[in-house]
């Protein structure tokens, strides 16, 4: 029979069928005896503790099985008296043994440590997602931001550049054109007009304007007046060119307008129209006094030949103009005139330039002048 069940600090539980061990015990002593008054210390035993082992262990004449380090669960401890000298079981005994788990050992709390583990990985999970987002956020915002910067700063350079572009092709004076505008405007008109996918015959007409006797002017009044009536006629010369024309200050007193052919009903009456809007307008040296001036113009083509053989190069349609400027000059001025190539004239007719050439064109009947129908005897100035 099992007598008890101890523990190693002295505490004792008599053998019942089944025995609830106190929570925390994991190493007891079972404590078994037999009955026999023919050979009671001559008595063999074997036991075993079922869910724990399966094999048998021999105590021999010892009558107690001590256990150690036994994890929490149901156990069945058996004992078996043997018969004489052989194996045979004269008689067994069992009890029932349970080792109750701590709390921490306990399905519940292992499935609550396993909840709140993969809830504390979700939880970081999202932090960590949150986290990035937050950077991300934080940095797209960084992007933009230096993105919104670099292109204001680009802005700046962007004005900047138009300003100084703006200024470099621009007089400072009047605010019209200047002399590097017209390579870059009669170089793309080129392009488009002449050098395109459908090329036309379209000419662009060069008005080349001088202020007569304007030295005398910035003599007499001076130059401060002198300045501000040049602004008064490069206004006059903007209204003339309108929307579809260009007015250049090409120096000095010396002034340029650029007209399409289709906007001009002839390139003569443009050329009488700019010398009467001259003639008639009320230029002012102050306040006070009144200043009539009048105007030569020199007019020419881009292309100026027929055959257009001097498409490449518009410095002869330039020295035409100039050459009929000045031949205004030299017949009263307040006119307009025209060297007007013949059809037959190529562009190697002019060597060198137009005004090298002028005598000997208009003697081999390559050229005639054109002029407004005014006849004055050429004065000095």
Same mark, same amino acid.
């Given at each position: 029979m099992i007598e008890a069940v101890e523990a190693d600090d002295g505490r004792r539980w008599l053998a019942e069928p089944s025995l609830r061990m106190p929570v925390g015990l994991r190493d007891l002593t079972v404590r078994f005896t037999a009955l026999s008054f023919r050979d009671p210390e001559g008595q063999r035993f074997r036991y075993r503790l079922r869910g724990f082992e399966r094999d048998w262990h021999s105590s021999g004449t010892e009558r107690t099985a001590r256990y150690t380090n036994l994890t929490p669960g149901h156990y069945r401890f058996e004992v078996e008296v043997l018969s004489g000298g052989g194996e045979q079981p004269r008689s067994t005994a069992e009890i029932e043994l349970v080792i109750p788990p701590h709390v921490t050992e306990t399905l519940w709390f292992r499935s !609550?440590?396993?909840?709140?583990?993969?809830?504390?990985?979700?939880?970081?999970?999202?932090?960590?997602?949150?986290?990035?987002?937050?950077?991300? $956020?934080?940095?797209?915002?960084?992007?933009e931001r230096r993105t919104e910067e670099l292109r204001r700063v680009n802005d700046r350079l962007r004005s900047a550049n138009q300003a100084l572009a703006a200024e470099s092709l621009t007089d400072g004076l009047t605010g019209l054109k200047n002399r590097r505008f017209l390579a870059r405007h009669l170089g793309? /008109?080129?392009?488009?007009?002449?050098?395109?996918?459908?090329?036309?015959?379209?000419?662009? /007409?060069?008005?080349?304007?001088? !202020? %007569?006797?304007? +030295?005398?002017?910035?003599?007499?009044?001076?130059?401060?007046?002198? %300045?501000?009536?040049?602004?008064?006629?490069?206004?006059?010369?903007? $209204?003339?060119?309108?929307?579809?024309?260009?007015? !250049? $200050?090409?120096?000095?007193?010396?002034?340029?307008?650029?007209?399409?052919?289709?906007?001009?009903? &002839?390139?003569?009456?443009? *050329?009488?129209?700019i010398v009467r809007a001259v003639r008639r307008a009320d230029? $002012?040296?102050?306040?006070?006094? &009144?200043?009539? #001036?009048?105007? &030569?113009?020199?007019?020419?083509?881009?292309?100026?030949?027929a055959d257009r053989s001097d498409l490449?190069? /518009?410095? #002869? *349609?330039?020295?035409?103009? %100039?050459? @009929?400027?000045?031949?205004? +000059?030299?017949?009263?001025?307040? @006119? /307009?005139?025209? !060297?007007?190539?013949? *059809?037959?004239?190529?562009?190697?007719?002019?060597? &060198?330039?137009?005004?090298?050439q002028i005598e000997a064109v208009l003697e081999a009947g390559l050229a005639r002048w054109e002029q407004s129908g005014q006849d004055r005897a050429s004065t000095d100035g």
């Open positions: !609550l440590l396993v909840l709140g583990a993969v809830g504390l990985v979700a939880w970081l999970a999202a932090w960590m997602r949150r986290r990035s987002q937050q950077r991300e $956020r934080h940095l797209q915002e960084l992007v793309g /008109w080129r392009r488009e007009h002449l050098l395109g996918e459908q090329p036309g015959d379209e000419r662009l /007409w060069l008005f080349l304007i001088d !202020l %007569d006797h304007f +030295k005398a002017i910035n003599d007499r009044h001076g130059h401060l007046a002198g %300045d501000e009536m040049l602004c008064q006629f490069a206004q006059l010369l903007l $209204r003339i060119a309108g929307g579809t024309g260009e007015a !250049l $200050r090409w120096g000095g007193e010396e002034f340029l307008i650029l007209m399409p052919e289709h906007a001009l009903r &002839s390139p003569e009456d443009f *050329a009488e129209r230029f $002012r040296a102050n306040e006070h006094t &009144s200043v009539p #001036l009048t105007a &030569s113009v020199g007019v020419a083509s881009f292309p100026a030949l490449v190069d /518009w410095a #002869l *349609a330039m020295e035409l103009a %100039d050459a @009929g400027l000045y031949h205004s +000059k030299l017949n009263g001025r307040d @006119g /307009w005139s025209r !060297l007007h190539p013949a *059809a037959e004239a190529r562009y190697r007719d002019f060597g &060198s330039g137009a005004g090298a």
